[in-house]
């Protein structure tokens, strides 16, 4: 037990030092969000009015917790690359021939990826004033929970995926395909209520949908639209994402444990 | 060097589907023992090595490290052991100490000896003046010494050195070899290592040819040699056919046309040369003499010599294939 916690933290701490020399890769992503949101965010809500009876709620408002939830998508779906990167660089026979549990790995690689997806979310955070959203210390404090609970979720579900591919372009096509779906169903851009009957149906399948729904949650939690933007109660969200990233993050150790 | 055996490989099998890679392989390395395994590439030389260190399963047959089997004790195994692989298995990303510390967190060296335990490794490779720096701005010989003093971080029974020295130009080359040299007297530690540079071999206390997943000789360098029966003679003569007939006929030795040389071995050369040059007066261009070398050991023990070419072409490729998807 002792080797685990020690073999967690220690991967866990060279991804985290690893992100912090890129700088260039912190701006990229955060280069991202920042355009949909002021592009699209913007654009789109020029054009469409919500149908809420609040007066001042504005598009954007509803978008920036997708956005958020985009964003950690997005970078903890990356982050295992690094899995992959480790195998083509040989960094990985390093790991895998130390008298350590393999579980445990895969362990750290999901927590490291969920921390630095975590802290380019929170950076989002500061963009709050830009849409119009209050946020005090208790609701970032709540968001930061969730934040880092979706992106354990997704990096656990990298990780068991990178724990199989050979090479990173192959991992990059396999991405990019499971992204796009997660992403346009998570209801960032348009409420599950307002989506069509069969569409719904998939709209819960993903659990993207559900962290998106617990940041609106929390963000949105004194506006006048509430009632609108959130479709489930927090608990139940909390509940579902925890319950995928527990599943997520067993699959992958048992990926991990069993590659020669 | 002790009498302790601590490698002891028993009848090691490793098929990959058809191929069969390692078929049958049994010998023993005894503690504070500089083992090589000698053969072309796909000889089995690294599959054999991924087996000893756990990292592929044997088909058949099993091996004792450290008193660990690696088919039931993999941890045992691992924690005995010390492993510079033949490609490059660093973070770029990270300094050298980071690299290190990385490691002996990893197998859990105490932190009250991992300090010094670190400077002396930095020391012993004379990388501490650059031990703050990214490891993607080192050279090869520099990567590979780090690699070298990560694999002693974790004071390690037997330290395995896959190709140590490929790639490397010939002055880091003897470099690395001071370094092995001085890991055994200082450390006590034994080492099993892999080459194809025959010069290399000559380095070791013991070797085992390897040629299509089988042992084809084990002992000593002199041991190895004098399995060649004597000093090797080269001739070249005005008619190369004749001489070749006359030698068989005079001498009752084998010849061998190597390029536009005649070579054929005997015993105490430089009583032969006169001898050789009375019966072939006139008719003589060159005599070369020189002691037998792994590379004849190898040429007679296959009928083949090891070519450096393909391994080359390898290196190239693996070079070219990093520099295509460098980050």
């Known amino acids: 037990m002792k080797t685990f916690l020690r073999t967690v933290y220690v991967i866990w701490l060279r991804e985290v030092k690893r992100f912090y020399r890129e700088r260039s890769r912190i701006l990229g992503m955060i280069g991202q969000p920042l355009l949909y949101l002021l592009v699209m965010g913007n654009g789109l809500s020029a054009t469409f009015r919500l149908p809420v009876p609040a007066p001042g709620f504005t598009y954007l408002e509803f978008m920036y917790p997708g956005i958020i939830g985009m964003s950690i998508l997005f970078t903890a779906m990356f982050s295992s690359i690094s899995i992959v ?29 969920s921390t630095t997806a975590a802290l380019q979310g929170a950076i989002l955070l500061i963009l709050a004033p830009l849409v119009g959203v209050k946020l005090g210390l208790w609701t970032v404090f709540q968001v930061l929970l969730i934040m880092v609970l979706l992106a354990f979720a997704v990096t656990s579900f990298g990780t068991f995926i990178a724990a199989r591919m050979e090479s990173v372009e192959s991992f990059q096509m396999v991405m990019s395909f499971l992204i796009m779906p997660l992403f346009m169903l998570s209801g960032a851009f348009f409420p599950l209520r307002s989506a069509p009957a069969w569409m719904q149906g998939l709209m819960r399948l993903d659990p993207v949908l559900y962290g998106v729904d617990a940041l609106r949650n929390v963000i949105l939690a004194d506006s006048p639209a509430r009632s609108f933007a959130v479709q489930y109660a927090l608990g139940y969200d909390l509940a579902v994402l925890a319950g995928v990233a527990v599943v997520m993050i067993l699959l992958g150790m048992q990926a991990f444990a069993r590659a020669e | 060097m002790s009498e302790r055996v601590i490698i002891d490989v028993q009848g090691l099998v ?84 980071e690299n290190l510390e990385f490691h002996a967190l990893l197998y859990g060296v105490e932190a009250g000896e991992r300090e010094a335990r670190l400077r002396r490794v930095l ?66 530690i034994t080492i099993f290592l892999t080459t194809h540079y025959m010069e290399e071999a000559e380095n070791c206390d013991r070797i085992a040819i390897i040629d299509h997943g089988q042992i084809v000789a084990l002992d000593t360098p002199d041991g190895l040699k004098s399995l060649v029966g004597g000093d090797v003679i080269t001739v070249r003569t005005t008619d190369q056919a004749w001489a070749r007939e006359e030698i068989r006929r005079l001498y009752g030795r084998e010849v061998v046309e190597e390029d536009d040389l005649l070579r054929f071995e005997v015993e105490r050369g430089e009583e032969f040369i006169p001898r050789l040059a009375a019966d072939f007066a006139g008719r003589l261009l060159s005599v070369g003499l020189r002691r037998p070398t792994l590379d004849d050991v190898f040429l007679k023990l296959t009928g083949r010599a090891i070519r450096q070419e393909e391994v080359s072409a390898t290196d190239r490729m693996r070079e070219h294939h990093r520099r295509r998807f460098h980050r």
């Open chain 1, 85 to 113: 990167w480790d195998r083509e660089f040989g960094f990985l026979k390093e790991v895998l021939v130390a008298p350590v549990p393999r579980a445990a790995i895969a362990a750290g690689k999901a927590l490291g990826g």
């Open chain 2, 14 to 97: 490793r098929r990959f589907g058809e191929l069969e890679a390692v078929r049958g392989v049994t010998f023993q390395v005894r503690e504070g023992e500089i083992f090589g395994f000698l053969g072309p590439n796909g000889a089995g030389k690294t599959t054999t090595i991924k087996m000893l260190a756990t990292l592929l399963r044997p088909t058949a047959g099993t091996a004792l490290l450290n008193g660990y089997d690696i088919r039931t004790d993999p941890d045992g195994v691992r924690r005995s052991i010390g492993l510079v692989f033949q490609d490059p298995s660093l973070d770029e990303r990270l300094t050298a100490r």
């Open chain 2, 123 to 188: 020391a012993m490779v004379e990388l501490e003046d650059r031990q703050h720096h990214l490891v993607k701005t080192f050279s090869g010989g520099m990567k590979r010494r780090l690699e070298i003093a990560r694999g002693l971080l974790h004071y390690p029974a037997v330290l395995f050195l896959d190709e140590p020295t490929i790639g490397l130009d010939p002055q880091t080359r003897s470099h690395i070899w001071s370094y092995i040299h001085q890991l055994r007297r200082q450390e006590g």
